[in-house]
C-alpha cells in the first residue's frame, strides 16, 4: 500500500526488519480488515452493490478521506457479506492478508449480531468462520481465535443477542476466546453491559472491551470495574489520569493501542501528541495494532513502524514490543512460548546478518 494515512518514514533497513518480523495481532475487526483485493472479489458476486469490482477504482473508493468516508467504505463492505460463503471468503482472505505480514496469531474481533441481523443463519455463520479458521491455519500457518463484540450503538438488544452467541454451547465457535464492546463511547454507559459480561466471563470467555477511545478515563476505569476488563481496546484518554496508568501497569492490565486509527478517528490530534511513549514509560503493557486497517490507509507494520518512530525503537526495541503482544494475547503458554522462541530467532539472525 502506498497511500499511507500515518507514513512513519523509517529507514529502510528498519521497515524490512518489521515486515519479516513474527507478529501477534490483538485489536483487529474481521468486516474493516477487508482489503480492496477482497472487496472485489465479493463486490464481483453482488453487482447490485455501489462498491466498484475493478480494482483500481477501489483503491481510489478506500483512500482515506475522513471519518465519515470511512462509515461509508465500513457500511458497503458490511453490505457485501450476504451468505454464509461471503463470510467464509472474507475471513480466510483476511488471514491471507495476515500470513503476508508475518502474522502468526490474531484474535480477531467479529460482530456475529451484524450478520444474523442480516439474515445469516447462526450456525452456517459459525461454520462458515470456523471453517475458514482452520483452513488459514493449516494453509497459511496463521492461527485465527475471535472475540466477539456487542456493537454498543445497537443497544441491549444486540448485548443480548451476541451473549447468547457467545455462551450458548449449541452455537459458539471452538475458537471463541474473548468478548468484547465496540462502537461508539459517548452516549453508550459501559455499567449498562456488566451483566452481560458477566454472563461470558461466567462461560469461559476473557473480558476486553473498547474505552477511552473517544471519551475520557472515566470509561477506562468503568470497564474495569464493571465489566472485569482483562486487556482495553485503545485506552488512549488513560494518558490524562496518573492514576489509571498506574493501576493499569500495577495490573498488568495491557492497552491495544491502534496509532493511525487514533489519527483517522481525531482521537488524538496529530502522531507527536500521541501518548504511546506516555504509557510505556508510566510501565504499562502496550500492545500495537491496526483496528480496521485497509479502511484507515495502514496494516499493521505500518503500525510498528509508527511505533518505533514515538517510540524511538531499534530492532531489539521492536522485537520487544512484538512479545508483548504475544504475552498480552489468550495463547496458551506453548503457544506462546513458540512466537516468542520466532522473534528470539529472527532477531538474532537478522542482527548476526547485519553484523558480519
Ligand atoms: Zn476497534
Not at 21 to 38: C, T
Not at 112 to 137: H, L, N, Q, T, W
Not at 260 to 286: C, K, M, W, Y
Request: aromatic share 6%; net charge negative; charged share 25%.
Amino acid at each position: 500500500m502506498t497511500d499511507r494515512l500515518v507514513d512513519a518514514r523509517v529507514p529502510r533497513d528498519l521497515s524490512d526488519f518489521i515486515a519479516g518480523l513474527p507478529k501477534a495481532e490483538l485489536h483487529v475487526h474481521h468486516v474493516g480488515s477487508a482489503s480492496p483485493r477482497i472487496v472485489a472479489e465479493l463486490a464481483a458476486r453482488h453487482r447490485d452493490s455501489e462498491v466498484p469490482a475493478d480494482p483500481e477504482a477501489l483503491a481510489e473508493y478506500f483512500t482515506f478521506t475522513d471519518f465519515a468516508h470511512f462509515i461509508q467504505v465500513y457500511l458497503a463492505v458490511v453490505d457485501l457479506i450476504r451468505t454464509p460463503e461471503d463470510v467464509r471468503l472474507l475471513t480466510y482472505e483476511v488471514a491471507r492478508d495476515m500470513a503476508r505480514q508475518q502474522i502468526r496469531y490474531a484474535e480477531l474481533t467479529v460482530t456475529p449480531y451484524s450478520s444474523v441481523r442480516r439474515g445469516i443463519d447462526e450456525r452456517a455463520f459459525m461454520d462458515a468462520i470456523e471453517d475458514a479458521r482452520k483452513a488459514a491455519e493449516a494453509d497459511f500457518g496463521t492461527v485465527l481465535r475471535w472475540c466477539f463484540d456487542i456493537p454498543g450503538e445497537a443497544g441491549l438488544e444486540s448485548a443480548e443477542v451476541t451473549t447468547r452467541l457467545a455462551t450458548d454451547d449449541r452455537v459458539r465457535p471452538e475458537g471463541l476466546v474473548s468478548f468484547g464492546l465496540g462502537g461508539p463511547e459517548i452516549g453508550v454507559p459501559r455499567p449498562q453491559f456488566a451483566p452481560y459480561f458477566d454472563r461470558a466471563i461466567a462461560a469461559g470467555l476473557r473480558s476486553v472491551p473498547h474505552a477511552g477511545e473517544t471519551t475520557g478515563p472515566q470509561t477506562v476505569w468503568d470497564a474495569l470495574t464493571h465489566l472485569r476488563a482483562e486487556r482495553i481496546g485503545h485506552g488512549t484518554s488513560s494518558a490524562r489520569d496518573p492514576e489509571l496508568l498506574a493501576h493499569l501497569a500495577e495490573h498488568r492490565i495491557p492497552l491495544e493501542v491502534c496509532p493511525t486509527s487514533n489519527i483517522a478517528t481525531r482521537a488524538v490530534r496529530t502522531l507527536d501528541e500521541h501518548p504511546l511513549g506516555q504509557f510505556a514509560r508510566a510501565g504499562v503493557l502496550v500492545t500495537i495494532n491496526s483496528d480496521d486497517p485497509p479502511m484507515f490507509g495502514t496494516d499493521l507494520n505500518n503500525e510498528y513502524a509508527v511505533a518505533a518512530r514515538l517510540l524511538d525503537l531499534d530492532e531489539r526495541g521492536l522485537a520487544e514490543l512484538a512479545k508483548n503482544a504475544v504475552e498480552a494475547s489468550f495463547l496458551d503458554p506453548e503457544g506462546k512460548a513458540r512466537i516468542r522462541d520466532e522473534i528470539d530467532t529472527y532477531t538474532a539472525g537478522r542482527l548476526a546478518a547485519r553484523a558480519s
